[in-house]
């Protein structure tokens, strides 16, 4: 554990919501739990809330260790923090797993009351749009009726932007980065691919592996793996691997798999996620990054949906970032522009694809410090 500006042994809480939750595909959740966890204070004004909207893969640590023990901090350490530029001396910070995740929250590894047996592929498709009413009734359970900010990276600022729209009064300010206001087909079809790699996986038993007691570990590999290729750019690929071998040369290793230090990056990659992260969570969702259409309700007219948000905007895009390119983070620039909201558009030289949003960048970590020391005077 390093403890330089960090925020510590933090430890993870549970939300028990009884209230039924209604969702988009017209099911209903009876009940449901959120695991989350929280950093810095909440002042007696309760007006220094900040959300932060987790990715994909991501889930409710986003910084901070769980122990003395641990080595490798939350997701997003590198942001939050005493004097970070999600400052825990002035904010107060709240991160949780989604509904339909797999590290605490109601999904697909939880029981379904109904039934008494694990919800797997059983459990309803959730959308961005039930993450943020989800995330609403968590903010209630805390009292916070305005959040300062609501900042998420790739499907984090999907979910942020929804914020926006769905609850124009709740949030002041709305940071959205490295993400798109829908996906695009080529993103849909890698969603695809990791998906048939899960599900063409012998061991997926329609998605009831686990009470099969088995795992479909290779096709969540394969599906890994197929999307760490695509959040990094060729550059940081090369700089990373090259065309290096993992051990002798290819002229030594031609009765035998060459391999490629890429090659075993990945497969240590694919490796790892498969036991640390649930099939079924996978596909709901990519799935709920395939359905996102901030402009779904408003005639496909995006600039009509942001003509309904109160908030401040600040857009943020990596030059080098393909899944989530500058071009579609200047279509919610363009938009938020064409409906009159206030908005800052930064696009941060960086060689490291989509994972740039997660990584300490100069200058990406300049624009957010100066954005949120802005925000504090505004409202602190």
Same mark, same amino acid.
């Given at each position: 554990?390093?403890?330089?500006?960090?925020?510590?042994?933090?430890?993870?809480?549970?939300?028990?919501?009884?209230?039924?939750?209604?969702?988009?595909?017209?099911?209903?959740?009876?009940?449901?739990?959120?695991?989350?966890?929280?950093?810095?204070?909440?002042?007696?004004?309760?007006?220094? /809330?900040?959300?932060?909207?987790?990715?994909?893969?991501?889930?409710?640590?986003?910084? =901070?260790?769980?122990?003395?023990?641990?080595?490798?901090?939350?997701?997003?350490?590198?942001?939050?923090?005493? =004097?970070?530029?999600?400052?825990?001396?002035?904010?107060?910070?709240?991160?949780? $797993?989604?509904?339909?995740?797999?590290?605490?929250?109601?999904?697909?590894?939880?029981?379904?009351?109904?039934?008494?047996?694990?919800?797997?592929?059983?459990?309803?498709?959730?959308?961005?749009?039930?993450?943020? $009413?989800?995330?609403?009734? *968590?903010?209630?359970?805390?009292?916070?009726?305005?959040?300062?900010?609501?900042?998420?990276?790739?499907?984090?600022?999907?979910?942020?932007?929804?914020?926006?729209?769905?609850?124009? !009064?709740?949030?002041? #300010?709305?940071?959205?980065?490295?993400?798109?206001?829908?996906?695009?087909?080529?993103n849909i079809a890698f969603n695809e691919i990791a998906r048939q790699?899960?599900?063409?996986?012998?061991?997926?038993?329609? =998605?009831?592996?686990?009470e099969q007691d088995t795992n479909p570990s290779q096709g969540l590999?394969?599906?890994?793996?197929?999307?760490?290729?695509?959040?990094?750019?060729?550059?940081?690929?090369?700089?990373?691997?090259?065309?290096?071998?993992?051990?002798?040369?290819?002229?030594?290793?031609?009765?035998?798999?060459?391999?490629?230090?890429?090659?075993?990056?990945?497969?240590?990659?694919?490796?790892?996620?498969?036991?640390?992260? &649930?099939? $079924?969570? #996978?596909? *709901?969702?990519?799935?709920?990054?395939? #359905?996102?259409?901030?402009? /779904?309700?408003?005639?496909?007219?995006?600039?009509?949906?942001?003509?309904?948000t109160k908030a401040q905007f600040l857009v943020v895009s990596f030059?080098?970032?393909?899944?989530?390119?500058?071009?579609?983070?200047?279509?919610?620039?363009?938009?938020?522009?064409?409906?009159?909201?206030?908005?800052?558009?930064?696009?941060? !030289?960086?060689?490291?694809?989509?994972?740039?949003?997660?990584?300490?960048?100069?200058?990406?970590?300049?624009?957010?410090?100066?954005?949120?020391?802005?925000?504090?005077? &505004? *409202? *602190?």
């Amino acid at each position: 554990m390093s403890e330089h500006n960090s925020v510590g042994i933090v430890s993870p809480q549970t939300a028990h919501f009884d209230a039924p939750l209604a969702l988009a595909c017209g099911k209903t959740l009876n009940e449901f739990d959120l695991v989350y966890e929280t950093y810095g204070e909440l002042n007696a004004e309760k007006t220094n /809330a900040i959300l932060i909207c987790h990715a994909l893969s991501g889930h409710h640590h986003a910084a =901070g260790y769980h122990s003395e023990s641990e080595t490798k901090p939350g997701w997003w350490d590198t942001c939050i923090g005493p =004097g970070k530029p999600i400052d825990t001396n002035v904010y107060f910070v709240v991160s949780l $797993n989604n509904l339909g995740g797999c590290h605490g929250s109601t999904g697909p590894t939880s029981i379904n009351p109904e039934t008494g047996k694990l919800w797997g592929p059983d459990f309803p498709q959730v959308r961005v749009a039930d993450w943020v $009413n989800s995330q609403a009734a *968590l903010a209630d359970r805390l009292g916070i009726d305005i959040w300062a900010a609501v900042i998420g990276g790739s499907l984090g600022g999907m979910q942020a932007m929804q914020w926006s729209v769905q609850y124009p !009064e709740r949030l002041k #300010y709305c940071l959205i980065i490295a993400s798109a206001m829908d996906l695009s087909a080529q993103n849909i079809a890698f969603n695809e691919i990791a998906r048939q790699a899960i599900q063409s996986d012998p061991n997926f038993c329609a =998605g009831h592996y686990r009470e099969q007691d088995t795992n479909p570990s290779q096709g969540l590999a394969l599906a890994r793996m197929v999307g760490h290729v695509t959040y990094l750019s060729d550059d940081a690929m090369a700089n990373k691997f090259g065309r290096d071998i993992r051990s002798g040369s290819i002229e030594h290793n031609i009765d035998q798999e060459v391999e490629f230090q890429v090659e075993s990056y990945l497969r240590y990659q694919g490796s790892q996620f498969s036991t640390a992260f &649930d099939a $079924n969570t #996978y596909i *709901l969702m990519t799935r709920a990054l395939d #359905y996102f259409d901030i402009a /779904a309700d408003f005639n496909g007219d995006p600039v009509k949906a942001f003509a309904t948000t109160k908030a401040q905007f600040l857009v943020v895009s990596f030059s080098t970032d393909w899944r989530f390119s500058p071009r579609r983070s200047r279509e919610i620039t363009n938009a938020l522009i064409a409906a009159n909201r206030p908005v800052s558009y930064a696009e941060i !030289e960086a060689a490291e694809g989509h994972d740039a949003f997660l990584m300490p960048i100069p200058r990406y970590l300049d624009v957010l410090k100066a954005y949120l020391g802005r925000i504090a005077e &505004d *409202l *602190l």
